[in-house]
């Protein structure tokens, strides 16, 4: 996996040193969907064997992504790298007078990939892109179970415990950009996310004797908005 | 794009120091790419994970986490102050205790963790802890970590995991002290009276002393107390047999201070009673006056209802030093109970008993009363005796009958009627003039309350919100209503039998009764002595009052026409037609004006007389069922 880590990164480095019209760069924000249907399933489990009353506060909803992106523009096309962070988690938690109870699931994907987009269309300073790309992707989950004692001000961990995966993951989709000036651009996608990942990576024992299987699917819709600032390459500068 | 707008957003944008960067890549590659990678790892730094939403609370009532809860106790309180005092090697024998103050809860000790001056030990844990004092006399500071549990349903105690923990913190001040016992203990009687006497304890903490029966070493009972090195023991309680003394230090504990051993004779009581029929169901005692640090005397008396096995009720009465006061003499009437076979209605025997400290002094006797006696106190025979007609003897004045059941007996708001229930369940009325005739109903009513107006009777059938009237003459029943309440009492019913008062378990009722139709007319919160009473010769009023006011209302709209203070007085009865009410103050019988509360003659009165338990007529007080001796 090192290997082609290293790989994509020399590979995606080189289109550092491509020459076309413009470079842009971009950073984006958007809101990530990830499916996470096990894992959803996983927390009502958990929460079933709970002897006490206690809530899922959260349930691994959509969250917010970010995304930097670097690209050679050559009018038709474009080929450039992103990276992508992604995060979401779920909680169940309960607290009275004696205890605060947490049962944690933090996760976060970092993304690294390749991505070419082609010109569908192009109305004045609006262009309509086809976007394909897939790279590498690297998955961190955070597990950690808790009582807080209130009368003691003791800590009782159940479960402390990180789980970190590589895998290989592709996006399709679509962007439109829109040239505000001569170096700045605004951009809307709308991209569907595949991840390699598709079993279970890991479980754990929790309390009360609940097996957590840990299966991160982080397949789902991506959309946002980014700004783009245009650089004009090496040869028009000259 | 409006230049303004331009300028603007490439300040907001940085777009200036971008393109420089953008130059620098140009013109210098790898400072350059350091620039941008530089600039990308800003954007990545600023990236926010996910934010997991705040906790979820359920509300669970909290316990009181302050350690002012937590006591230490020996055997009979809290010890609730911060500073113990001890001597060297004296033992101290408690228990932790939390105070169950303002919580509906039960707090758990599950572990506790002593310290002396900030060192763990462990004292003896039985019952008590035990823990004898260090031989080095010093100040101690001694620290209890208690945990505790309250076992509520919370979420650590449902986990196992529950724990509270209380640190309270004691000084403990270990005084030299090798006598250990009272040079001298002497006991005399003075005036009657024991006194003992012993000396001092030299320490400077000393508040009093406590004697201590030890007949069970591991259980003695405290007998007395004093503040000071001297006792006046009325009650002989510190007396006999084998006693120990104990100093009682400032922080209540104790430390140990002297014995003594005595045996009689001492002065026993004197129970004098009476030979006359009446004053049968008096007794008196000599009592000994009281000295402010004697343990208080008591008196009990038990009733005694005849039987064939002669059960002995438990302590019916109970009358302590308090209520006696400094009186040499205590003067007990009692009053009667039903037996439980119902077949008498009057009390049958009597014992009465005496417990002055370790010594009865009783006097057992009995007299029966036949449960058919009905008896009358004449007020004009002599001054305020009663007129008291033994059973058997007719004189016109006395009813006899063969079945009465209690509480049932009721008269007419005039005097002049009365009713009762037999055991059987039948309505039987008469008239107070002419006793030997009595109309009973055709058949049994199964009534539990009764009520009797000048021409009619109405009654409650048992466990029934069904409310009925009996003509007098026929006895035989003219009117059913069906109540949304059940009633619980038929206080009162006007003379033309239209008005009823009545009590519910939550209120006062006022009904008015028109061509078989019940309606209600007033309704008022139940106060617990209140009555309902219908002034039968002015419909238009009717009487309300309770323990603290009395007052004359619009039996319309229930606007007050006239009202006065009780002051806690209770009105056994209203005589309407002479315009007074039979009132008992105290240990008096009072007669008062209606109109204005004045006071119209004054009868003393020892015993108990029970709400409706007597009544004015014509110049005689009426009882139901009780009797009263002068």
């Known amino acids: ?238 | 794009m409006n230049p303004k707008f331009n300028i603007t957003l490439k300040t907001i944008l940085f777009s200036d120091l971008l393109t420089d960067i953008n130059r620098r890549t140009i013109k210098q590659k790898i400072v350059g790419i350091l620039l941008k990678i530089f600039l990308v790892s800003i954007f990545l730094s600023t990236f926010q994970s996910c934010d997991l939403k705040l906790d979820e609370e359920f509300e669970i009532p909290g316990v009181a986490l302050d350690d002012s809860i937590v006591g230490i106790t020996d055997q009979y309180k809290f010890l609730e102050v911060d500073t113990l005092y001890f001597t060297p090697g004296q033992n101290m024998s408690f228990y932790l205790k939390f105070k169950q103050e303002q919580v509906d809860y039960y707090r758990y000790i599950e572990s506790v963790e002593f310290l002396l001056n900030g060192s763990e030990f462990k004292p003896n844990n039985g019952y008590n802890y035990n823990f004898t004092m260090p031989d080095i006399p010093a100040t101690y500071y001694l620290t209890a970590k208690i945990n505790c549990s309250v076992r509520i349903g919370n979420i650590a105690n449902i986990t196992g995991l529950e724990s509270y923990l209380f640190e309270k913190n004691w000084v403990l001040i270990i005084y030299e002290f090798e006598n250990q016992s009272p040079s001298y203990v002497n006991y005399s009687f003075v005036d009657g009276r024991l006194k003992i006497e012993w000396e001092k304890c030299p320490l400077p903490f000393i508040k009093g002393y406590r004697f201590y029966d030890v007949t069970y070493e591991n259980n003695p009972s405290l007998v007395g107390k004093t503040d000071f090195n001297y006792l006046i023991d009325s009650a002989y309680r510190g007396y006999s047999g084998y006693r120990k003394i104990r100093a009682v230090t400032r922080g209540n504990s104790e430390i140990a201070w002297g014995s003594y051993s005595t045996e009689g004779p001492f002065p026993q009581m004197t129970v004098i009673t009476s030979t006359d029929p009446c004053e049968k169901r008096k007794v008196f005692w000599n009592v000994p006056k009281y000295y402010n640090n004697v343990a208080s005397t008591q008196f009990y008396i038990n009733d005694v209802l005849y039987s064939t096995s002669f059960d002995v009720y438990d302590t019916v009465r109970f009358i302590d030093n308090t209520s006696i006061g400094n009186t040499d003499q205590i003067h007990i009437h009692f009053t009667g109970s039903q037996s439980n076979n119902q077949q008498s209605f009057a009390y049958s025997a009597v014992k009465a008993t005496a417990l002055s400290g370790y010594k009865y002094s009783s006097e057992t006797y009995s007299r029966v009363f036949p449960a058919t006696d009905i008896l009358f106190l004449n007020l004009e025979q002599e001054k305020y005796l009663i007129s008291y007609l033994s059973s058997g003897v007719s004189t016109g004045d006395t009813l006899i009958i063969n079945s009465f059941k209690n509480s049932s007996f009721t008269t007419s708001p005039d005097g002049t009627k009365f009713a009762f229930l037999t055991n059987s369940g039948e309505i039987k009325y008469g008239e107070v003039n002419n006793l030997n005739q009595l109309i009973t109903t055709p058949s049994f009513t199964n009534s539990s309350l009764l009520k009797i107006s000048d021409n009619g009777i109405a009654c409650v059938k048992s466990g029934s919100y069904s409310l009925m009237f009996y003509d007098l003459n026929s006895m035989v029943s003219i009117e059913s209503f069906n109540l949304d309440t059940q009633i619980e009492k038929i206080i009162d019913f006007s003379s033309n039998a239209e008005n009823f008062s009545v009590k519910t378990w939550n209120t006062d009722i006022v009904y008015k009764r028109i061509n078989g139709i019940l309606n209600k007319l007033h309704e008022f919160p139940l106060i617990y002595y209140s009555i309902v009473k219908f002034d039968h010769l002015n419909p238009e009023q009717f009487f309300y009052w309770d323990r603290q006011v009395f007052s004359c209302r619009n039996i319309n709209n229930s606007e007050i026409n006239y009202s006065y203070s009780l002051i806690g007085d209770e009105i056994l009865h209203v005589d309407i037609a002479n315009n007074r009410m039979l009132v008992i103050v105290g240990s008096s019988f009072r007669i008062t004006r209606i109109t204005d509360g004045a006071i119209l003659n004054e009868i003393p009165f020892i015993g108990n007389c029970f709400e409706n338990s007597s009544i004015l007529v014509g110049n005689r007080i009426v009882f139901n069922s009780l009797i009263h001796c002068f």
């Open chain 1, 1 to 238: 996996m090192r290997k082609i880590t290293l790989l994509a990164v020399i590979t995606l480095s080189s289109i550092l040193f491509v020459n076309s019209q413009n470079i842009n760069i971009g950073l984006s924000a958007g809101v990530s969907f990830p499916k996470m249907q096990s894992s959803r399933s996983q927390m009502e489990g958990k929460l079933k064997v709970l002897p006490f009353e206690a809530k899922i506060t959260d349930n691994f909803p959509a969250w917010i992504e970010y995304k930097a992106e670097y690209y050679r523009d050559f009018d038709d096309y474009m080929l450039g790298f992103y990276i992508v962070r992604n995060s979401t988690g779920g909680r169940i938690s309960s607290k009275d007078f004696s205890a605060n109870y947490h049962f944690d699931v933090k996760m976060r994907n970092n993304v690294l990939g390749f991505n070419t987009k082609l010109l569908l269309d192009e109305y004045k300073q609006t262009r309509f892109f086809f976007c394909i790309g897939g790279g590498i992707e690297h998955l961190k989950t955070d597990l950690y179970e808790a009582m807080e004692l209130l009368g003691n001000n003791k800590k009782v961990v159940y479960l402390d415990a990180s789980k970190k995966k590589e895998s290989f993951h592709a996006i399709f989709g679509l962007t439109t950009e829109v040239k505000l000036s001569k170096k700045i651009m605004a951009s809307a996608y709308f991209h569907y996310y595949f991840s390699s990942t598709r079993k279970e990576i890991a479980s754990y024992n929790t309390s009360f004797d609940y097996n957590y299987h840990l299966s991160p699917k982080w397949n789902g819709l991506r959309s946002g908005l980014s700004v783009f600032f245009i650089f004009p390459d090496k040869k028009d500068t000259q």
